[in-house]
């Protein structure tokens, strides 16, 4: 599988963005997709993860309510709306894919492939 992420950017805080994810791969439709962000100077963090029927996710609980993951299987697309920007969301993003698809993982060793990253940047 590769993944290519897309749709970061500079937006005010209050703002949105939605970032984008392109799959390619036969089996991309077994794969649950997460996305995960890594702020300047710290670790890399779990956002959000959407099994492959996409009627499954999770969040982490700083971006609850106002993130939302969700996937369109036939595109090969895995999408991360961002509502409500805060200036700590501040980070390179990454999309990744689990190919064990069983349950939704939320640590980045749990992910075999990843996009290159997508900076966002939110203005106070």
């Known amino acids: 599988v590769q993944l290519q992420a897309s749709g970061g950017g500079l937006v005010q805080a209050g703002g949105s963005l939605r970032l984008s994810c392109a799959a390619s791969g036969r089996t991309f439709n077994q794969y649950n997709m997460g996305w995960f962000r890594q702020p300047p100077g710290k670790e890399r963090e779990f956002v959000a993860a959407?099994?492959?029927?996409?009627?499954?996710?999770t969040y982490a609980d700083t971006v609850k309510g106002r993130f939302t993951i969700s996937r369109d299987s036939a595109k090969n697309m895995v999408y991360l709306q961002m509502d409500s920007l805060k200036p700590e969301d501040t980070a390179v993003y990454y999309c990744a894919a689990d190919e064990s698809g069983i349950r939704l993982r939320m640590r980045p060793t749990e992910y075999e492939y990843w996009g290159q990253g997508t900076l966002v940047t939110v203005s106070s």
């Open positions: 959407t099994k492959w029927s996409a009627r499954i996710t």
